[in-house]
Nanobody, 115 residues
Framework: QVQLVESGGGLVQAGGSLRLSCAASGSSFSITAMAWDRQAPGKQREWVATIISGGNPNYSDSVKGRFTISRDNAKNTMYLQMNNLKPDDTAVYYC?????????WGQGTQVTVSS
């Protein structure tokens, strides 16, 4: 079992920046991939970005060039640097992690971008 705790959400004006963090703990099985999803009010959850051990990060077209995903293995923490935020980025952001036992999700952190 992997526990994930997100932090860093909040209210920001359009054009501003936020950095989300996701701290992982629990299972001794190595996490092979971590990702961020988000869910806006009234919409389905959508994938935002993924970082795979030993691989390059991948981003959805809607955030490419504005968001950067990174991971600090020593701290068991993943980050999402979000720049040039837009009102359409308003959502609950969820951290996910995958290891040999399955996929896990955090409780989410709210990001609200005002116009």
């Amino acid at each position: 079992q992997v526990q994930l705790v997100e932090s860093g959400g909040g209210l920001v004006q359009a054009g501003g920046s936020l950095r989300l963090s996701c701290a992982a703990s629990g299972s001794s099985f190595s996490i092979t991939a971590m990702a961020w999803d988000r869910q806006a009010p009234g919409k389905q959850r959508e994938w935002v970005a993924t970082i795979i051990s030993g691989g390059n990060p991948n981003y959805s077209d809607s955030v490419k060039g504005r968001f950067t995903i990174s991971r600090d293995n020593a701290k068991n923490t993943m980050y999402l640097q979000m720049n040039n935020l837009k009102p359409d980025d308003t959502a609950v952001y969820y951290c996910t992690a995958t290891n040999a036992l399955g996929r896990y999700w955090g409780q989410g952190t709210q990001v609200t971008v005002s116009s």
